[in-house]
């Protein structure tokens, strides 16, 4: 017997039914047909907020360029497809992550569930969905520029490696960080043809943006993951998150408002920021590492934060 054949027995006939852990209560598990629910918990359709959290950094690239460029408002047509490029994108990057980890996963009590280790989804079939997500981000792709396309394709590099950060360094967020934060140089690129500054400022401040909010997400398995050897920043933080959450958050305010400044930001742009960074400065207030569901809460919450900041950047489009 074949380890995905185990998994299959073990699992059970109802094993399409079962839901993920952390998800329950969602569309896939209430109204999603019983044969496609493994395959869109594998996308993380069920748990839909890390596409929103890809998407943010794409949607403030584009209503940025939109500033520099001196637009009436961000290109309506790069907002749609960035909007299922991030969620068809997400969903094949979760994929690979789920068949890379499918071992760890099985270990750790959050994702024991999870449609590989639970034996929902052989790794074939989980392979052949990946495909197929990819494919959807590749005709989203092809949508735009030569020098878009290119810088596109150069995230997969990233995207690919990053499940296995975890196991060699206790940096793995910086990665994710690299990898989520790829939309800032795309809507530029899409926009301009070219990575100019602003683009490139932006994308450091979302990565230190990243960086903070998955530290909170990780501190929902430490304990597991001290038990079984994989690393994160909230093992590294420990006791000192919360001071090391401000500083990454303060970074994320700074860059960012510099990348608006040369882009031509003014004052709607300014107030974006500044709800932005009061959301943040509440995060790191409210956190309590020991509270996994106030965690997972605050990460969460990031997705309201980046559409407050992408707000302040379309209204200094509209309303310069």
Not at 41 to 50: E, F, H, Q, T, W
Not at 86 to 110: K, Q
Request: with cysteine.
């Amino acid at each position: 017997m074949t380890p995905d054949q185990g998994r299959r027995a073990a699992a059970g006939p109802g094993a399409a039914e079962a839901p993920v852990a952390d998800a329950a209560g969602n569309f896939v598990d209430t109204l999603a047909p019983l044969r496609m629910r493994p395959y869109l918990r594998l996308a993380r359709l069920d748990r839909p907020i890390g596409s929103w959290l890809l998407l943010m950094p794409c949607w403030w690239s584009v209503a940025l360029a939109a500033v520099a460029a001196g637009d009436a408002l961000p290109s309506p047509w790069h907002v749609a497809l960035f909007f299922v490029g991030a969620f068809a994108m997400r969903g094949a990057g979760c994929t690979w992550n789920d068949i890379v980890d499918r071992d760890i996963d099985g270990l750790v009590e959050r994702t024991r569930s999870r449609p590989i280790p639970s034996g929902q989804v052989s790794v074939g079939e989980a392979a052949a969905f990946l495909a197929a997500q990819a494919l959807v981000g590749f005709v989203v792709l092809v949508q735009f520029n030569g020098f878009a396309i290119a810088t596109g394709v150069a995230s997969l590099a990233v995207a690919a490696v990053y499940p296995f950060m975890k196991r060699i360094t206790y940096w793995p967020q910086i990665v994710l960080g690299l990898a989520f934060s790829w939309g800032a140089l795309m809507g530029w690129a899409a926009r301009f043809g070219s990575l100019d500054p602003p683009a490139l400022v932006l994308y450091a401040g979302a990565i230190a943006w990243v960086i903070g909010y998955d530290t909170i997400y990780a501190h929902q398995d430490r304990d597991d993951d001290a038990l079984i050897g994989v690393k994160s920043t909230a093992l590294l933080f420990g006791a000192r998150t919360r001071p090391m959450l401000a500083a990454f958050y303060a970074l994320a305010v700074v860059l960012i408002g510099a990348a608006g400044a040369m882009a031509g930001g003014g004052a709607w742009f300014a107030l974006g920021l500044a709800a932005f960074a009061a959301h943040l400065a509440w995060q790191v207030w409210r956190l309590d590492i020991d509270d996994p569901d106030l965690c997972l809460a605050l990460f969460r919450s990031n997705r309201d934060a980046g559409l407050i900041l992408f707000a302040g950047l379309v209204a200094q489009t509209a309303l310069r």
